[in-house]
């Protein structure tokens, strides 16, 4: 079988290694782990897994442009999440993030930051005027 011809579950070879290639970076792993749990904006992920504005937003839009993440903007934020869709087609996906990261510390310490975040009854807004604040604007 030569790599044209290659198809898995509706996609095809170079999307799957695209994807591949894709969650082998440990920042999106992180981003992925959290948005397990529910969507997310861009400053509640950077606040969780303490990562700057310009990374996480290259890291999903990567995620983005694979269809592994979905977004929806809600007035002034955009709202990030798992796409449950590409998951189901690729269901390697649901493994990792249903048992293997469960398995990793990092996820662990990161899993325990966004229950710790969501506690708080922050938003998205009330991070952003705290951010605001600290930098003295």
């Given at each position: ?67 592994i993440i ?60 705290c951010t ?6």
């Amino acid at each position: 079988m030569n790599i044209e011809s290659y198809n898995h579950r509706g996609g095809d070879f170079l999307e799957l290694v695209r994807i591949l290639k894709a969650l082998g970076d440990e920042s999106r792993i992180k981003i992925l782990n959290i948005l397990r749990e529910g969507g997310l904006c861009v400053g509640e992920i950077e606040h969780i897994l303490g990562m700057t504005q310009s990374n996480v937003s290259r890291h999903l839009n990567r995620l983005a442009s694979l269809n592994i993440i979905t977004y929806e903007k809600k007035s002034q934020w955009v709202y990030y999440k798992i796409n449950e869709d590409k998951i189901s087609e690729y269901p390697f996906i649901r493994q990792l993030m249903d048992v293997e990261m469960d398995k990793i510390e990092l996820c662990r310490k990161d899993t325990e930051m966004l229950h710790c975040y969501k506690q708080s009854g922050m938003t998205c807004e009330q991070l952003k005027e705290c951010t605001n604040k600290g930098k003295g604007l």
